[in-house]
Nanobody, 124 residues
Framework: QVQLVESGGGSVQTGGSLRLSCTTS????????IAWFRQAPGKAREGVAC????????DYTDAARGRITISRDNSKETVNLRMNHLELEYTATFFC?????????????????WGQGIQVTVSS
């Protein structure tokens, strides 16, 4: 059974940092691209960052560029999302997803597996 479990969410003040982790099990981690999406209250889900497998290549959407770093640890089958200088607009539920692709995309149906989501709340 494939599982993706997000961790590391919570509440932070504006300007603060958080590191989200996505730990996978039940899949051949090296064969999957992992992406993070976010869904703010009342808004559609949107892509944030993605990282491919060997070689690991990171991609970021405009919303993330300069503020977020994605990395993967193949030995732990985990992808991390480091978020710095958080602003109020980053209040959202963050989801990680896994897709058997060798390139990054933010087309949701390209991802086979999804985590349950984790809440990030940024307050002033």
């Amino acid at each position: 059974q494939v599982q993706l479990v997000e961790s590391g969410g919570g509440s932070v003040q504006t300007g603060g940092s958080l590191r989200l982790s996505c730990t996978t099990s039940g899949l051949l981690f090296d064969d999957y691209a992992i992406a993070w999406f976010r869904q703010a209250p009342g808004k559609a889900r949107e892509g944030v960052a993605c990282i491919t497998h060997s070689p690991s290549t990171a991609d970021y959407t405009d919303a993330a560029r300069g503020r977020i770093t994605i990395s993967r640890d193949n030995s732990k089958e985990t992808v991390n999302l480091r978020m710095n200088h958080l602003e109020l607009e980053y209040t959202a539920t963050f989801f990680c997803s896994a897709g058997e692709a060798c390139f990054c995309t933010y087309v949701e149906h390209r991802y086979d597996y999804w985590g349950q989501g984790i809440q990030v709340t940024v307050s002033s």
